[in-house]
């Protein structure tokens, strides 16, 4: 019976080790990279993304959130993805400067889909927001929806994109 609980005991160590803790986001910094287009993120306006990877000393970051959806719908990755940060623009300073540390998970998100807004790179954007309420005052104001991130249709993040759509810059 000691050798089954000894047994037991050291499974369970073992599981332990396996849970590994999610990084913390990084600030933004004026030398970041976009990971699709490798366009300095600071001269784009609109909220943006970091993925960290298993491996990767530094994230991923995405110019607009949009495309970092469309990074975590690609089969194709580069490691396990170990966390997902978004700008929360409802604390964000304003449209153009979307913050360097309000970051949240995204998993914890409200996305505002299909709003009459561009992002940092002119298409559609993706807005998510830590405070569902400031997700409803957007959409008051851009129109679209209130998603959870696993609820993001494919249709608004994968395929061609009209730049030819009238899309508003917010203030």
């Given at each position: 019976?000691?050798?089954?609980?000894?047994?037991?005991?050291?499974?369970?160590?073992?599981?332990?080790?396996?849970?590994?803790?999610?990084?913390?986001?990084?600030?933004?910094?004026?030398d970041?990279?976009?990971?699709?287009?490798?366009?300095?993120?600071?001269?784009?306006?609109?909220?943006?993304g970091?993925?960290?990877?298993?491996?990767?000393?530094?994230?991923?970051?995405?110019?607009?959130?949009?495309?970092?959806?469309a990074?975590?719908?690609?089969?194709?990755?580069?490691?396990?993805?170990?966390?997902v940060?978004?700008?929360?623009?409802?604390?964000?300073p304003?449209?153009?400067?979307?913050?360097?540390?309000?970051?949240?998970?995204?998993?914890?998100?409200?996305?505002?889909?299909?709003?009459?807004?561009?992002?940092?790179?002119?298409?559609?954007?993706?807005?998510?927001?830590?405070?569902p309420?400031?997700?409803?005052?957007?959409?008051?104001?851009y129109?679209?929806?209130?998603?959870?991130?696993?609820?993001?249709?494919?249709?608004?993040?994968?395929?061609?994109?009209?730049?030819?759509?009238?899309l508003?810059?917010?203030?």
């Amino acid at each position: 019976m000691k050798h089954l609980a000894l047994i037991a005991l050291v499974a369970l160590a073992a599981c332990k080790e396996e849970v590994a803790e999610a990084p913390d986001p990084v600030d933004l910094t004026p030398d970041a990279l976009s990971f699709f287009c490798q366009m300095n993120i600071a001269e784009h306006g609109g909220p943006k993304g970091q993925i960290h990877l298993d491996g990767y000393p530094a994230p991923l970051f995405f110019a607009q959130v949009r495309d970092m959806v469309a990074y975590l719908k690609s089969p194709e990755r580069d490691a396990k993805i170990t966390a997902v940060y978004v700008s929360d623009m409802g604390v964000a300073p304003n449209w153009r400067q979307p913050g360097i540390s309000n970051w949240i998970a995204a998993d914890d998100a409200t996305f505002v889909v299909g709003a009459n807004v561009a992002g940092g790179m002119g298409a559609r954007e993706v807005v998510p927001f830590a405070d569902p309420s400031d997700a409803q005052t957007f959409i008051q104001q851009y129109g679209g929806n209130a998603l959870p991130l696993t609820d993001i249709p494919d249709t608004e993040v994968l395929g061609p994109v009209d730049l030819d759509l009238i899309l508003e810059t917010p203030a």
